[in-house]
């Protein structure tokens, strides 16, 4: 596996689970770039997602929970999952409709019960869970060297080696490692390890982190157009986030990170109580068309799980179930066609 966010963590548990041997690549620190920075919003039904991504992420949202709990029972960690649900503030030209529905009947009640200390305002809401994913990270690290996944760390993966067109093993910066099979897992660093070039680039993200004055101040995830609000079970409460096209700079920015502060203070006057407690720019894994990379490559012995944008947390599940079915050469149970590392070439 190239790659330890939660994508090849994921897989590599499972693959291990199966009996595989299975060796983790890391070029830093395990769990530490995308999965790290990301906000963990399980977004399973949105207007921005693809189409053709809907199917897969509705089935990796059901498997959430089991998920969790696997990692749970095999860490000893909690992961923070949270089912409170989502409210969400739509624009003010789709202020009056979603699907169909008025908005004042998709409230499970009124919103100065659900959430007092939210601005009044039209809003609906959507049973979606949360997850925290440094703590589901870190678990899935516990759960990986409990399960036997072995880790290589800090020694980035320089090219994958062949010998007659077929996959041997991988060369990294210090070493070389012999494996019969290969998965490409690095994220927005995909593309750089010969001998295909995967067309993902890296979005940057910002994000803050708020001390909540108590730790009960917002139960649900708010999503508006200005910001995202993500309470943790714990009194932070994380908000977020750009999508800028800043190549590998993962320096965050004064002025954005105060127009952050200043969306989640509109919408929760009460946060003005609340202390910041950090900062942090991360690099989701983009691709020319938004959709993940996975699948089998035209090189024998190598595959492709990455690309997953802003849903690398959400798919994790899915993924690394699909993966596991295609590696072993068995059919998968959804349509990768879409997915397909050969639509690049």
């Known amino acids: 596996m190239v790659g330890g966010?939660?994508?090849?963590l994921s897989l590599a548990i499972a693959l291990r689970k199966r009996s595989a041997t299975v060796l983790l690549v890391e070029r830093g620190q395990p769990g530490r770039e995308a999965s790290h920075a990301a906000g963990g919003m399980l977004v399973d039904c949105s207007l921005e997602t693809p189409s053709a991504l809907q199917s897969m992420a509705e089935a990796s949202a059901r498997m959430y929970?089991?998920?969790a709990h696997e990692i749970e029972v095999e860490s000893g960690a909690k992961v923070d999952l949270r089912d409170d649900g989502t409210l969400v503030i739509p624009p003010p030209?789709?202020?009056?409709?979603?699907?169909?529905?008025?908005?004042?009947?998709?409230?499970?009640?009124?919103?100065?019960?659900?959430?007092?200390?939210?601005?009044?305002?039209?809003?609906?809401?959507?049973?979606e869970r949360s997850v925290d994913p440094r703590s589901l990270s870190s678990a899935a690290i516990k759960a990986a060297k409990h399960v036997g996944v072995d880790f290589?760390?800090?020694?980035?993966?320089?090219?994958?080696?062949?010998?007659?067109?077929?996959?041997?093993?991988?060369?990294?910066?210090?070493?070389?490692?012999l494996a019969s099979k290969v998965?490409?897992?690095?994220?927005?660093?995909?593309?750089?390890?010969?001998?295909?070039?995967?067309?993902?680039?890296?979005?940057?993200?910002?994000?803050?982190?708020?001390?909540?004055?108590?730790?009960?101040?917002?139960?649900?995830?708010?999503r508006s157009p200005k910001a995202y609000l993500i309470p943790r079970s714990d009194g932070r409460l994380l908000v977020g986030a750009t999508v800028?096209?800043?190549?590998?700079?993962?320096?965050?920015?004064?002025?954005?990170?105060?127009?952050?502060?200043?969306?989640?203070?509109?919408?929760?006057p009460r946060l003005r109580d609340a202390r910041?407690?950090?900062?942090?720019?991360?690099?989701?894994?983009?691709?020319?068309?938004?959709?993940?990379?996975?699948?089998?490559?035209?090189?024998?012995?190598?595959?492709?799980?990455?690309?997953?944008?802003?849903?690398?947390?959400?798919?994790?599940?899915?993924?690394?179930?699909?993966?596991c079915a295609v590696i072993e050469g068995s059919q998968p149970e959804l349509d990768l066609a879409a997915f397909s590392p050969s639509r690049f070439l």
């Open 5 to 8: 966010g939660i994508i090849g």
């Open 65 to 67: 929970p089991q998920f």
């Open 93 to 127: 030209e789709h202020v009056h409709e979603r699907r169909g529905f008025p908005v004042s009947e998709l409230l499970t009640a009124p919103l100065t019960e659900l959430e007092p200390e939210l601005i009044e305002q039209p809003a609906f809401y959507l049973r």
């Open 152 to 177: 290589s760390s800090g020694d980035p993966v320089n090219s994958v080696s062949l010998s007659d067109g077929r996959v041997t093993g991988v060369v990294t910066a210090k070493t070389s490692f």
């Open 183 to 222: 998965v490409n897992c690095a994220g927005a660093w995909s593309g750089q390890i010969p001998p295909h070039s995967f067309p993902t680039r890296p979005v940057k993200g910002q994000m803050l982190c708020l001390a909540m004055p108590t730790r009960t101040l917002l139960r649900h995830v708010i």
């Open 244 to 268: 800028e096209e800043a190549g590998f700079d993962k320096r965050t920015d004064l002025d954005t990170i105060q127009r952050l502060h200043r969306a989640a203070l509109e919408l929760v």
């Open 276 to 323: 910041i407690l950090e900062d942090w720019a991360g690099l989701r894994p983009g691709t020319p068309d938004g959709l993940p990379i996975l699948g089998a490559t035209a090189t024998p012995g190598y595959y492709a799980a990455t690309g997953h944008f802003r849903d690398g947390i959400l798919l994790a599940p899915i993924t690394a179930k699909l993966m």
